[in-house]
């Protein structure tokens, strides 16, 4: 399967954009031979699309259900009660709904970890997004409900190793957080992440109470040096948020090669705290963006997550000048996929095709002396014309195939939640 987009807007340059299968293969002016498709992007701008590297995409169905809590009356009174009552076909019509979310603004993976990930999978798999998929290892006293999880994992992992899914899935572990998972499973978790070479994507050092838990109840260490001693701190680590660092923290990050994943709105809509943007990046450490689920966010934009991270690291560092929207927008982007898809990510030849078309046709653009500041601080899902993944469209000009009927379906998901 060959396509080419015409005329499209690149770095300031108009050119055709050819693609051979799932890969770039020419860009140039004027681009001859023949394709199998031809796209007229006359007009549009094309960017690298966005990669959302933590996030729990079910819990669209409880999007609102309960907010403005503190945390445990939440979980206790809320979230756990209602997530109890999530049926498999649910959580693949709610991943259906969110995959629709993310692709109407301009996002071609997740990096997820929740429950009853055959159905999250299936559903990405037939949307067309990339994705990273591990089964939350969550652990309170409940040997059935571990041991449902243990075969899970074995079944995903398996049907990976064996090509059942598409180049677009990865399987990792997921642990949820060092304090919901015993020493003993995160050590396990440790040795099979270095057998596979899987990464492991857990919650870390998000608040300052996980911070003084982890130091009384194990010596004094912290959340980053008790990972480093079970064996997970290493270069398929991906931590998410990553809020309360101390500065050996930092020095342990920087050599052990492992990628950090902010997540700007969740943590000041939960008030865990502000990551230290400018300081991680002056250090070197290679970090990501993500939104997290959607009980805590409360949506999969990429648009609303880029500005809140600029916005809450020029806060946090007392410095206009730190995180740029050039910095941000990479971030959102390039970075992302270096950490999953490391062959996508960019616009050029030979990498894989993830591309979208912004439409500046749009009140935010008319002024449009910097188009990725216009991106970063005034864009919204909107301006997203039409999506590219892995050389197949998954977008245009704004129609998803089936949208109709994945809203129809979550809406009458949702009323066995109504209380
Ligand atoms: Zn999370």
Redo the contacts with the bound molecule.
């Keep these: 399967m060959s396509l080419v987009l015409r005329n499209v807007s690149l770095n300031g340059s108009v050119v055709d954009i050819s693609i051979e299968g799932n890969r770039f293969s020419a860009i140039a002016p004027h681009l001859g031979g023949s394709f199998d498709e031809e796209f007229d992007a006359k007009g549009m701008l094309a960017f690298p699309p966005f990669y959302n590297c ?3 995409v079910p819990m669209v169905l409880l999007r609102g259900y309960a907010d403005d809590l503190e945390l445990f009356p939440w979980l206790n009174e809320h979230i756990w009660p209602a997530e109890a009552k999530l049926a498999p076909e649910d959580i693949y019509v709610g991943t259906r709904l969110a995959c629709l979310e993310m692709l109407k603004s301009g996002t071609v993976f997740f990096n997820d ?1 929740y429950f009853m990930s055959e159905e999250i999978i299936s559903a990405a798999e037939g949307m067309g997004l990339r994705a990273c998929i591990g089964p939350t290892w969550i652990h309170f006293g409940d040997a059935e409900k571990c041991a449902a999880t243990a075969a899970e994992h074995a079944r995903i992992r398996a049907a990976c190793q064996h090509g059942e899914y598409s180049s677009r899935i990865l399987v990792a572990e997921a642990p949820h957080a060092i304090y919901t998972v015993p020493e003993a499973d995160l050590r396990e978790i440790a040795e099979r992440s270095a057998h596979d070479n899987s990464l492991v994507h857990i ?1 870390l050092a998000e608040t300052e109470t996980e911070v003084n838990d982890c130091q009384k109840a194990h010596g004094g260490l912290t959340p980053v040096e008790y990972i480093k001693e079970c064996g997970l701190l290493n270069e398929r680590a991906r931590l ?2 990553a809020v309360w660092l101390t500065p050996h923290d930092i020095e342990l990050i920087k050599e052990s090669g492992a990628v950090l994943i902010t ?1 700007p709105t ?1 943590n000041l809509k939960l008030c865990s705290g502000m990551f230290h943007f400018k300081e991680i990046d002056e250090a070197g450490i290679p970090f990501t963006l993500g939104t ?2 959607c009980a ?1 966010n409360n949506a999969h934009s990429m648009f609303t997550e880029m500005k809140f991270a600029a916005l809450s690291a020029k806060t946090q560092a007392k410095d206009s000048t730190a995180a740029p929207a050039e910095r941000v927008f990479r971030l959102a982007t390039y970075d992302g996929a270096q950490a999953f898809f490391p062959e996508a990510g960019e616009i050029a030849s030979g990498k894989l095709a993830d591309l979208m078309l912004v439409n500046p046709d749009q009140p935010y653009f008319v002024a449009d002396y910097n188009p990725i500041s216009n991106l970063v601080y005034a864009g919204e899902s909107s301006c997203v014309d039409t999506l590219l993944c892995d050389g197949r469209f998954l977008m245009k000009h704004r129609e998803v195939e089936g949208e109709d009927e994945i809203i129809e379906q979550a809406r009458r998901t949702c009323n066995k939640f109504r209380k």
């Design positions: 933590h996030t729990h970890s919650h998410a948020h997540n969740s997290d689920g805590s």
